[in-house]
C-alpha cells in the first residue's frame, strides 16, 4: 500500500481521486489497494480501462487454475449426463461448481472488465442454471460468451444464440419442421434484439421456421448437430429481412437472420440502453442512450468503442456512487475488502453445513436473493436498483459481513487476514484507524458518521489509542469491518 | 387482502371502543404502512389524518386468510399419489409401477390414495381434504421451467412479466412486505416476482440484526452502529434500510413463536412448513406463503411400495402436512393449502420404471373453507400409448381462483387471473 506522510506524523493511506475511483467502481468488481494501485501506475482510470479492453495484454496469473478446482467443469455433457443418471452427481452439484468458478474469476482476475462485461452478456443471453439439461453445455455456453464478450456483438449473438446450451433452455433443439417451437425465435427477437413492440407474431413464427433443423440429443449422448431432415425449407421473411431458405442446411440462413437482427437499430438501442442502466444509471439518458446505438451501429457491433464513449460521458460523470450492488456484486466485493483469499477445496461436503470456502460462495449470494445466473426466466436477473434494494437482501448481505468479518464463516479453504494486519502502525487513535480501515477497504476516507457508527459498534471511542492487544483489535475488530462492510458505500458503486 | 380495522374512517374526537379498536388497527398501520411509505412522520396522532387511509385503507395486524401454495417441484406423478383405480388403463400402463387396488386408502370406487398418505386420513375424514384430478395449464408444456414460469405468471398474453401471488397481495395497497412470503432456499419463485414488495427468506430467524447472538449487550452496541450509519441515508438504499429495521420488527413476533420443527419429517420441507406455522400463529397480517418440496421427477426408479423415490416423497409430503395443520394453534380456522406441480407424468411407465413429462395432474386443497372428503373435476379416461398423457380438463386457475373468490374476498379473480373465464369448481364453501 502507497503511504504519504501528513503534516501531523501519521501515515494516510492514499485513495484514487473522485474520477478514477468512479471508473473501478463501475468497471470493476470492487475496490483493492492492489487496483488503486495498478490504475496510479497505468496513469490513471482512463487509461485503465483502455489496457483492460484488451484482455490478453493484461496479465492474470493464477485465474486459469480455478478450472481445476472442479473438476466436472470439464467433463463432456454426455458424461455430465451420465452421471447424473447413475446418482454420481446432480445437475446442481455441476451448476454450484460454475457459479463458484465464476465468482472466484469475478473475485480475483486481473481482467476486471472483460469478467464484468462477460457477467452483463451472459445475463442478457440468460440460460438459467437451472433450465432443464442445460446443466450439460453451461460451462462451454459461458466460455463462448467471454471468448467474445469485448468484440462484436453479432458474433457474441451468433455463438450464444445458436448455442446447445440455448438450444436447450428454449427448446429449439428438438424443433422440427413438422412441429416448430417458437420459444427460442420468441425470446431471440423479445430479449436478445430488437425487443418487445417491434417484430410481429408472423415474425416470431418466421423466424422459427429458420432455426429449425439444430438438434441436441436430449436425454442421450447431449452431441450438438445438424438434421437437415428437421429444417423447414422456403421462403421466410423477418422484419424486412429476406431469405430464399431453399438449402436443407439452414444453418447458413440463421447466422445471417442473427447478424441482420444484431445489426437493427432497434438492438442497437436495446443494448445501449441496458448498457446505460448497468454502467450509468437506471434513468438512462435517452441522448447518450442514442449515441452510444449510433456508435454500435458505426462500428459494426464492436462493443469497445461503445464503452469508450459510454466512460468519457458527462452522464456517466454525473452518476457517481448512485447504482446498487445486486448479490454477487456484494459477495464479490466483500471478499476484496477483506482481503481473504480463497484456497483449494478439499472433498465436498454434503449439506450445507461446514463447506469449503470455494463451495460455499453461492450459498453467500443466495441470502441475498439470488446465485449467479439462476434467474429463473429467461429475461434475465434484474440490473436495476430497486431490484437490489429490498430487506431480504440487506439481511442476506449483513449476515454474510457479520460471519466473514468476525472470520467465523466459512472457516475451511480460506484465509482471512489477521486482525493486527489491519493496524497500518503500532499505536493510532481509533477514529484515525477507521479512516484508514474505510480507506483500504473502500477506497475512500471515512465521513464523520462512519467513524461514529464503528465507536457505536465496537463500544470505543475514537480517540482511544488501540493497538495489538487492544479489545478492540484482539475481540471486536469484527464489530468494526461489518459496520463498513454495511455501509452505504459498500453496497454501493 | 387484510381485515379492515373498521368498515369507515375513524374520526379522532370519537371516544367509543370501536375508535379504540380502530386507533390499535391504525397504530399498527403507522408502523406498517406509513413508516414503510413515509408519507407522514411517525409517532403522534398527527399521523392519523386523511393520507393515512388514503395510503393503506385496509391495513391492520391480522390476516383475513392465509394461503400456502406448495410446489411440488420436478413434477409429482398425481396418479401414484391419488390413484385411478377405476381405470383400467391405469394398469395396463403401468406393469410395474402401479399402487395395487388392495393397498389403496380411502378408495370412492374410483379414487384411492397412496397407503403412504395415511397421515392424512384424519383430514380427509374430517371433510377438510380435496381433490381436483386431471388439472393444470390448458395447453402441454413439457419443461420444467418454462412451465413452472408459465403456470406462476398465470397471466397468459401478458407482456409483464409478474406473478399470480405478487397481484393476489398487490390487489389492496398495504406495501408490506410481510404480505407474501416465500420461505424458499433458492431463487424467489416466478409466483412472487412483480411490484408488489415480498419477503423471500430460506428461515424466519434469519430476519433479524446479524450480531453476537451470544451477546445481547454487544449486539445492541452492534445494531445502534448499523442505525448511525444509515441514520438520514437518502435514495433507494437508505428507503431499503428503514424497511428492513421494519420488517425485523415486524417479523419479530414470528421468531418469538416456538418452533417445532422437530416434530416435523427432517427435510426442507418440514423447516419450512414448521416456520410457515410460526408465521400464521404470530397473525402479523402475513396473507400468502409459498414454499417448495423438490425432487419428484422420476424419470427413474419410482418404484413401488417396497422401494424406490415415490414412497419416500409421498412419506415426506403426508407426514409434514398433517404436522403442519395440528401446529396452527388458534389461526387453524384461516388457512386454506394449496399443492400443486408444473406438469404430470405420462400415463404409461418407461423403461427405467420412471415416468416421462406429461400433462394433466392433481392439485391438492385442505384446511379453511375446503369441502372435502371428496374429489372433483371430470374424469378424462386413459389411453395406452408412449406419449399419451392425463388429458386435463381442468384448467388449474380454475382452481386456484377459487381459492381467491372464496378466501379473499376483497379480490376478484380477473385482477389475479386476467382473462380467465371463471367457473368455481365448488371445492370450497363461500365464506
Redesign the interface.
Known amino acids: 500500500m502507497s503511504d504519504r506522510t501528513t503534516p501531523a506524523g501519521r501515515a494516510t493511506t492514499r485513495v484514487l481521486p473522485a474520477g478514477d475511483r468512479h471508473i473501478v467502481d463501475r468497471l470493476s468488481y470492487g475496490h483493492t489497494p492492489a487496483l488503486a494501485r495498478q490504475v496510479r501506475n497505468a496513469g490513471g482510470g482512463l487509461r485503465w480501462f483502455e489496457r483492460q479492453l484488451t484482455p490478453r495484454k493484461v496479465k492474470d496469473r493464477g485465474t486459469g487454475a480455478y478450472l481445476t478446482w472442479f473438476p466436472s467443469l470439464s467433463r463432456t455433457p454426455e458424461d455430465l449426463y451420465q452421471r447424473k443418471k447413475s446418482g454420481v452427481e446432480e445437475n446442481w452439484e455441476v451448476m454450484n461448481d460454475y457459479q463458484s468458478y465464476v465468482i472466484l474469476r469475478r473475485t480475483y482476475s486481473q481482467r476486471q472488465v472483460l469478467e464484468l462485461m462477460t457477467e452483463l452478456w451472459e445475463n442478457h443471453l440468460h440460460v438459467p442454471v437451472g433450465a432443464d439439461a442445460a446443466f450439460t453445455w453451461r460451462k462451454r455456453y459461458g466460455d463462448v460468451i467471454r471468448k467474445h464478450a469485448l468484440g462484436r456483438v453479432d458474433r457474441l449473438l451468433q455463438a450464444a444464440v445458436l448455442h446447445p446450451a440455448m438450444l436447450l433452455a428454449l427448446d429449439a433443439g428438438i424443433s422440427t419442421w413438422q412441429h416448430p417451437n417458437e420459444n427460442l425465435a420468441r425470446e431471440l427477437l423479445e430479449l436478445h434484439t430488437v425487443g418487445r413492440g417491434e417484430y410481429t407474431e408472423d415474425d416470431v413464427k418466421q423466424a422459427a421456421q429458420v432455426l429449425t433443423g439444430y438438434h441436441v440429443d436430449l436425454w442421450g449422448t447431449f452431441a450438438f448437430s445438424y438434421s437437415t431432415a428437421d429444417h423447414a425449407v422456403g421462403p421466410v421473411n423477418v422484419m424486412g429481412w429476406k431469405h430464399a431458405n431453399a438449402d436443407a442446411d439452414g444453418r447458413p440462413a440463421a447466422r445471417s437472420l442473427v447478424r441482420y437482427l444484431a445489426h437493427h437499430p432497434a438492438t442497437a438501442e436495446r443494448i445501449a440502453r441496458k448498457l446505460v442502466v448497468k454502467l450509468v444509471s437506471d434513468a438512462a439518458p435517452q441522448t447518450l442512450v442514442r449515441r452510444l446505438a449510433r456508435i454500435y451501429l458505426e462500428h459494426d457491433t464492436d462493443i469497445r468503442p461503445v464503452l469508450r464513449a459510454l466512460v468519457r460521458s458527462e452522464e456517466f460523470r454525473d452518476a457517481r456512487g448512485q447504482k446498487v450492488r445486486d448479490a454477487g456484486e456484494d459477495v464479490v466485493a466483500t471478499h476484496r475488502a477483506l482481503g481473504v483469499r480463497v484456497t483449494e477445496p478439499g472433498e465436498k461436503a454434503r449439506g450445507t453445513g461446514n463447506g469449503w470456502a470455494a463451495h460455499t460462495l453461492p450459498t453467500q449470494c443466495q441470502r441475498l436473493g439470488l446465485k449467479p445466473f439462476d434467474w429463473p426466466r429467461p429475461d434475465g436477473a434484474p440490473i436495476t436498483d430497486d431490484a437490489w434494494a429490498t430487506p431480504s437482501r440487506m439481511l442476506g448481505g449483513s449476515r454474510n459481513h457479520w460471519l466473514m468479518a468476525g472470520s467465523y464463516w466459512p472457516s475451511r479453504g480460506i484465509v482471512y487476514r489477521k486482525p493486527t494486519a489491519w493496524l497500518p502502525q503500532r499505536r493510532m487513535r481509533f477514529g484515525a484507524f477507521v479512516d484508514h480501515l474505510s480507506r483500504t477497504m473502500l477506497g475512500v476516507p471515512a465521513t464523520r458518521r462512519v467513524v461514529v457508527a464503528c465507536c457505536r459498534a465496537a463500544d470505543v471511542s475514537a480517540s482511544d489509542v488501540v493497538h495489538a492487544e487492544h479489545p478492540v483489535i484482539v475481540h471486536r475488530l469484527g464489530f468494526v469491518l461489518t459496520t463498513l462492510l454495511d455501509s452505504p458505500t459498500h453496497l454501493s458503486r | 387482502m387484510t381485515t379492515r380495522p373498521a368498515p369507515s374512517a375513524p374520526t379522532l374526537s370519537s371516544t367509543t371502543p370501536t375508535c379504540c379498536a380502530e386507533m390499535a388497527g391504525m397504530a399498527a398501520l403507522s408502523r406498517r404502512g406509513l413508516l414503510r411509505g413515509g408519507l407522514v412522520a411517525a409517532g403522534t396522532t398527527a399521523t392519523f389524518g386523511s393520507a393515512v387511509l388514503t395510503a393503506s385503507p385496509s391495513a391492520a395486524a391480522s390476516a383475513e386468510s392465509v394461503l400456502v401454495v406448495l410446489s411440488l417441484r420436478g413434477a409429482m406423478d398425481g396418479m401414484s399419489v391419488v390413484v385411478p383405480y377405476g381405470d383400467d388403463v391405469y394398469y395396463e400402463a403401468r406393469p410395474r409401477i402401479a399402487v395395487p387396488r388392495t393397498e389403496l386408502l380411502a378408495k370412492d370406487g374410483f379414487f384411492g390414495l397412496h397407503p403412504r398418505m395415511k397421515p392424512l386420513l384424519p383430514l380427509w375424514n374430517g371433510g377438510e381434504l380435496a381433490f381436483v384430478h386431471a388439472a393444470g395449464l390448458p395447453s402441454v408444456n413439457r419443461?420444467?421451467?418454462?412451465a413452472?414460469?408459465e403456470l406462476e405468471d398465470a397471466a397468459p398474453g401478458s407482456?409483464r412479466?409478474e406473478g399470480w401471488l405478487n397481484r393476489l397481495v398487490g390487489t389492496d395497497s398495504v406495501r408490506s412486505?410481510t404480505e407474501g412470503v416465500g420461505l424458499i432456499?433458492?431463487?424467489?419463485?416466478?409466483s412472487l416476482l412483480g411490484r408488489q414488495?415480498t419477503?423471500?427468506?430460506?428461515a424466519i430467524d434469519?430476519?433479524?440484526?446479524?450480531?453476537p447472538s451470544w451477546d445481547a449487550a454487544?449486539a445492541r452496541?452492534?445494531e445502534?452502529?448499523?442505525r448511525?450509519?444509515?441514520?438520514g441515508?437518502k435514495?433507494?438504499?437508505?428507503?431499503?434500510?428503514r424497511?428492513?429495521f421494519?420488517?425485523?420488527d415486524d417479523f419479530a413476533p414470528a421468531r418469538r413463536q416456538r418452533s417445532r420443527a422437530a416434530d416435523y419429517p427432517q427435510g426442507d420441507l418440514g423447516a419450512a412448513l414448521a416456520d410457515a406455522a410460526r408465521l400464521i400463529r404470530a397473525d402479523i397480517g402475513t396473507d400468502v406463503i409459498t414454499l417448495d418440496q423438490g425432487a419428484w421427477d422420476m424419470?427413474?426408479r419410482l418404484g413401488t411400495l417396497e422401494w424406490g423415490q415415490m414412497i419416500r416423497n409421498v412419506d415426506e409430503l403426508a407426514s409434514a402436512l398433517a404436522t403442519f395443520f395440528s401446529d396452527l394453534g388458534d389461526q387453524r380456522h384461516k388457512v386454506t393449502l394449496v399443492a400443486l406441480s408444473e406438469f404430470g407424468r405420462r400415463v404409461e411407465e418407461n423403461q427405467n420404471q420412471g415416468l416421462d413429462h406429461g400433462h394433466g395432474n392433481v392439485m391438492m386443497v385442505a384446511g379453511a373453507g375446503v369441502r372435502g372428503g371428496q374429489h372433483y373435476g371430470t374424469w378424462p379416461g386413459l389411453s395406452m400409448g408412449v406419449d399419451s398423457d392425463l388429458t386435463v380438463t381442468t384448467d388449474y386457475r380454475q382452481v386456484l381462483g377459487e381459492i381467491v373468490q372464496k378466501r379473499f374476498s376483497a379480490t376478484a379473480v380477473a385482477d389475479v387471473f386476467p382473462g380467465l373465464h371463471y367457473e368455481p369448481l365448488g371445492f370450497l364453501r363461500q365464506s
Open positions: 419443461s420444467h421451467f418454462a413452472m414460469e407482456a412479466r412486505a432456499s433458492g431463487a424467489a419463485p416466478t414488495p419477503f423471500v427468506t430460506q434469519d430476519i433479524e440484526i446479524p450480531g454487544r452496541q452492534r445502534r452502529g448499523l448511525t450509519m444509515w441514520k441515508e435514495g433507494v438504499l437508505g428507503r431499503a434500510m424497511q428492513t421494519g420488517a425485523v424419470h427413474s
